[in-house]
């Protein structure tokens, strides 16, 4: 087909069949390409055609279509993205290292350590292959945390699924978890937390957020750009196959439509064990400085590599795609660009250092190939055996695209929905407040996950303090001095739908309480924000909300968000996902051994609970249970909020409390039987005084899920320090009872008893019943 | 008694890490006229009397719901095994 080298030797004509040359494309303007099939709109191809004053080569058209999907240019969400950026103050920005738009953000948790994490989704490839796609969404947030300049250090998984008794869940569950563990557990990574919640909504749209965190020095950060004119581009890790071609980016970016045929899937393999190496061999390079600039392959591949690499460094690079090693010798050099291969790092090495580099890849025994050469020029150019295929602004493709506004408007049904408040059944007497503990404590959403996080390895690497079921999963970072960090992700997507504003926020307050319970101090936020499709006026406006709602919260509360992932077009057959703004909080703790575990453990000590109980059960786990969901969700006061984690840091740093737990879903009922279940050791509570004080009965002081609370065990010789602590803070603060180690029982004075064996018989079996 | 066979590889495009793993162990073992590996499964079905169009039908089906994983496997073969006194030929 391409006429246009006369003067060169005649091309294999395996290779040179096909090959839509720049100089092709200016020739056959009217040709048609398949711009629709790869998910271009129709304006924006317009566009494409407008920037390069040409039709696009296929190639790139391939580049195009992957760079300005919804899963990698974020258009329909930016433009509300921004606040993020714009309600940052500069004293948030403290311990910023780096911020939003690099891999993930980076914070400085001094001693010259920094701690750089993120959380992504990898919903739509999970609920077509369970176990690849959980598998390669660990393998593809590991790297981003890699391509920082960090080691890898602990994993996390926020996950949601269907009903628990649909008859799809199991595939999912199973494929799922066993993934996340399979690749997570081989890397040799602790996964120290998450959450995993049961919801009809998620059955065709589970939901697999994956969060990494990674410790580096100050001085080791790497950023993605190509800097250097005549420095050395070089492709290395695995081979590039046909594998998840336009997977993560067009399959993330449409909805699944029960009416069409199912999409083929793009689904890819991974292979951790490679990816082990790829992190030694990479944290080698760093260690021996012979990288400039480094970038992950993920989603789009190649072409968001280069684009990206070209585009934030000096603008120009030209590349030789044949030189790209191949599993599949027969892929065509669009299929080349768009691939998702897994395990694969791009990086820019000066001509002096790629001997150096060569000989560390040799020890690693990993494959590499030289690709070409930064240049200043402007243009991202790529050849194939010399022909000219791609000739693009570099910007045009990873950041100037298409920009949407998308309309949104409050849902009508809103109104209607929040004025339906929980009338439901409220257990009154003592028999029937233990009943429901038992329910609430046996529910998918409250009982234990054990069955799950056991089969991911918590422990391995010897820095875990804290993971599940604690508060938030805690890792050492130095060895020698303790200092750590903690993290914990939250979201509860029932308060988003009842109102996605306070949603946010309570995400936010919880994964910020949970973080504080340990002792850590809130430093630092990532999101992943999961939702339906941004087309639908409703669920845009469900987003707008969220983010405002986010923005705000990390401005009052003084977090700044360092990165994250937005996850759009969750949904099937036009019913949307609730709302799913999964919020991780990163927290420092100076020694990880002053680190406050959920259970209560000394006999005798005080029992107190922070806060203050109103009657909030709308949009709760018992409404749940109850088969309700309207009304409005708890209020999220985020001035209580910072009160209450100073008092939990600073008591914990000062050795007043011994244990704590937040109070979340489930409220007190959950919490108290939580910290018993723990170590196993049971306490008498009193509860009256609280329903006094806080005017509500027995069932509200039990499962409201008022936020801004927390109880925590308190030894008797620090009770007044503690006491006086709380009244200078002037924080609610209550004693509601005694641990017991001798009746190994939960003993809620003048209503019930309950055993510790009958209460973990139930927490404990629910999903081995299902599931086993 | 007949037996059925199916066999199941990885879908061409998809990456076979076990067969990656084989093709890298074959020189360090001396076996260097090799350039590639791919390992499948291989499953044998046994039937207890003859085989019906009907039989096979349902081992297909099988084939292509449980023994495989059609996101990333192709089942490449689904036949009646020759009958031998010594099992596998």
Redesign the interface.
Known sequence: MTLNSSAAPAPSESRKFNIDTVAHATDTPELELPWAALGLKENEFDRVVEILGRRPTAAELAMYSVMWSEHCSYKSSKVHLKQFGDKVTDAMKKHLLVGIGENAGVVDIGDGWAVTFKVESHNHPSF??PY?GAATGVGGIVRDIISMGARPVAIMDPLRFGAIDHPDTPRLVHGIVSGIGGYGNSLGLPNIGGEVVFGSVYQGNPLVNALAVGVLRHEDIRLANASGVGNKVVLFG?RT???GIGGASVLASESFDADKPSKR?A?????P??EKVLIECCLELFKASVVEGIQDLGAAGISCATSELASNGDGGMHVELTDVLL??PSLTPGEILMSE??ERMMAVVTPANTAAFEAIMEKWNVEYSWLGEVTDTGRLIIEWDGEKIVDVDPRTVAHDGPVYNRPFHRPSWLDALQEDTFDGDRPADGDALRAAVLELMAAPNMCSKDWITNQYDRFVQGNTALAMPDDAGVVRVDEETGLGVAISTDANGRYSYLNPYEGARLALAEAYRNVATTGAKPLAVTDCLNFGSPEDPEVMWQFAETVRGLADACHELGVPVTGGNVSLYNQTGGVAIHPTPVVGVLGVFDDVARRTPSGWRDDGQAIYLLGTTRNELDGSEWANLRGHLGGQPPVADLTAEKTLAAILVNSSRDGMIDAAHDLSEGGLAAALSEAALRFGVGARIGIDELCERDGVDPFTALFSESQGRAIVSVARSEEVRFNDMCTARNYPHLRIGVVDAENGALDVQGHFTLPLGELRTAHEATLPDHFA | MPRIVVDVM?K??????QG??IAGALPRLGFTGFTGVRQGKRFELTVAGEVTEEVLEQARTAASTLLS?P??EDVTRVEVLPETNEGEQ
């Open positions: 077509v292959e690849q695995a196959g046909g594998d899937p689904v890819q393999v991974g292979d064990f490679a599993r599949d291969s897994q | 990885p061409p495009e998809i990456l076979d890490p990656k793993a994983n996101v990333i």
